[in-house]
């Protein structure tokens, strides 16, 4: 990503924290929805690992705010909040609801 958008998104993920990763991470593929549907795995994820030095700050946050995550009413942090993480012996993790 530019150093321009970069730092951008670096600000209000310390603000907002990791809620707003993951909303700019689906703003990038909305951006980007049209590229990367005419792509292989391999040539979207090589697109993904760097994106065009071209790419407009103002029209990443367009996309990254147009993106709602609810479920019944519940935001994402609401969502978050209800789950009840249980690890097991091995390592794996278990979300509860």
């Not at 703003?27 to 040539?43: A, N, P, T, V």
């Not at 690992?49 to 147009?66: M, N, V, Y």
């Amino acid at each position: 990503m530019p150093l321009d958008a970069a730092c951008r998104v670096w600000d209000v993920f310390l603000r907002d924290g990791d809620t707003f990763l993951f909303n700019a991470a689906l703003g990038i593929l909305h951006l980007y929805q049209d590229e990367l549907k005419d792509m292989d795995f391999i040539s979207a994820a090589q697109f993904l690992t760097k994106l065009p030095e071209d790419l407009d700050p103002e029209a990443l946050f367009k996309s990254i705010s147009s993106i709602t995550m609810t479920l019944d009413g519940m935001s994402f942090e609401e969502l978050a909040s209800c789950c009840e993480l249980e690890s097991t012996l091995d390592d794996d993790v278990t979300v509860r609801l």
